[in-house]
């Protein structure tokens, strides 16, 4: 059982940062890519930055140059930092987490983390 847990999620004003983290724990496993995903009120659920275990990192172009994301190996943890942030940026975010176990790959969702930005 594999389990994802997100957080640092908070208010902050335009211009603001936050950095969420996105914590992987459970029996042996490996963790083959990482996605950050966004969910805006009324909104369908976007792909916004993603981490590959061959060090490849893509991020929407919505993002792009202002979000960032980063890992701490020791920890399995993933973060996503957050610059020069802006009300669209409001949103639920949720990190999904493809591990293989032996010589399956599954996939795991956190809970979420509200993220709003303040004009």
């Known amino acids: 059982q594999v389990h994802v847990v997100e957080s640092g999620g908070g208010l902050v004003q335009a211009g603001g940062s936050l950095r969420l983290s996105c914590a992987v724990s459970g029996s042996t496993f490996s963790i083959n890519a990482i996605g950050w995903y966004r969910q805006a009120p009324e909104k369908q659920r976007e792909l916004v930055a993603t981490w590959r275990s061959d060090g490849s990192v893509t991020y929407a172009d919505s993002v792009k140059g202002r979000f960032t994301i980063s890992r701490d190996n020791a920890k399995n943890t993933m973060y996503l930092g957050m610059n020069s942030l802006q009300p669209e940026d409001t949103a639920v975010y949720y990190c999904?987490?493809?591990?293989?176990?032996?010589?399956?790959?599954?996939?795991?969702w956190g809970q979420g983390t509200q993220v709003t930005v303040s004009s």
């Open positions: 999904r987490a493809w591990v293989l176990t032996g010589a399956i790959l599954w996939d795991y």
